[in-house]
């Protein structure tokens, strides 16, 4: 699976984005996806998981309620549309997709994740 992240850019505080995630693979249907992002001098952190079916979603506490993932399977994408944004969601954000034998309703661990995109810049101005 490959991944292709775009949509960021500068937005003021209290604005919206949405993040979109191409995937290009047959098994695309199949994976459980996921949003991280990385703010400079930060380690990478989760932000959203959706699983193949699109029934169950979980988020970081950090935008829950702010945030939400979906996915549109006949079109190998997924989404990350966020509100009410602030300086503290500037980040360079990450989408990410796995598949596992098992179920799991939230794969939110970095190593989790078998395949990851380049990368969109969001930045939120004050």
């Known amino acids: 699976v490959q991944l292709q992240a775009s949509g960021g850019g500068l937005v003021q505080a209290g604005g919206s984005l949405r993040l979109s995630c191409a995937a290009s693979g047959r098994t695309f249907s199949s994976n459980y996806m996921g949003w991280f992002r990385q703010a400079p001098g930060r380690e990478r952190e989760f932000v959203a998981h959706?699983?193949?079916?699109?029934?169950?979603?979980c988020y970081a506490d950090s935008v829950k309620g702010r945030f939400t993932i979906s996915r549109d399977n006949s079109k190998n994408t997924v989404y990350l549309q966020m509100n009410s944004l602030g300086p503290e969601d500037t980040a360079l954000y990450y989408c990410a997709a796995g598949w596992r034998a098992f179920y799991r309703s939230c794969w939110s661990r970095e190593n989790e994740y078998d395949y990851w995109g380049q990368g969109t810049l969001v930045t939120v101005s004050s």
């Open positions: 959706i699983d193949w079916s699109a029934a169950s979603t």
